[in-house]
């Protein structure tokens, strides 16, 4: 007689050649994952360290990963969407001062928004006025950054033909060096001689 089908073994077997499988799965699972949230996070440090430095090439690179890392994520989207749109209009430079003071507040509120909903995604408690107030730059940073403007404004000019290269004779009223030791006629003989 045909005794019956041992299903504890088949079990047992199964088991054996899948739970590795699945294991394999759910760890490759996980580290992508982990992959994709430590390249959201990476984005999100560089825009908030950066948010005050909006034309420094982290942040830019940061911006441009935005689209690419946080695909699934709708509301960083269209945050990402509504700042480069906002980046895309030209300085009002020519404008009064409070309308660009205005232009520039919208760019920060929109900066702002998206690294707020960055950080929602991620599950990153920051409040919005902590990113809009936040952030230390030195002073000579800044200095330093609007004198190389400057200077390589005024280089293309130069170049450009748009402005001259003022150049004038230097006359040294006393000499920086001290004068040249006096040497005698006796002491030139003994050290040709």
């Known amino acids: 007689m045909n005794e ?20 394999i799965f759910v760890t490759r699972l996980s580290d992508n994952r982990k992959e994709v949230r430590d390249r959201q996070m990476a984005i999100f440090r560089t825009l908030m360290r950066t948010r005050r430095l909006p034309i420094h090439i982290e942040h830019v690179g940061a911006l441009n990963l935005v689209e690419i890392e946080f695909v699934a994520e709708q509301a960083v989207l269209k945050a990402w969407r509504e700042y480069l749109k906002n980046l895309s209009e030209p300085y009002p430079s020519q404008a009064s001062e409070q309308i660009q003071s205005q232009f520039q507040q919208r760019r920060d509120l929109l900066l702002t928004k998206l690294i707020s909903e960055i950080a929602k995604a991620l599950d990153f408690h920051v409040e919005q006025i902590d990113i809009f107030e936040g ?17 390589r404004k005024g280089l293309i000019d130069v170049l450009h033909g748009r402005r001259p290269l003022l150049m ?21 003989d003994k050290a040709n001689g």
């Open 4 to 23: 019956g089908f041992d299903w504890f073994a088949v079990v047992t077997a199964v088991a054996a050649i899948l739970g590795p499988l699945i294991a």
């Open 135 to 151: 952030n230390y730059i030195p002073q000579g940073w800044n200095d330093d950054d609007f004198e190389q403007r400057l200077i």
């Open 168 to 188: 004038q004779p230097f006359v040294a009223q006393q000499s920086p060096y001290p004068p040249a030791p006096v040497v005698s006629a006796e002491a030139s």
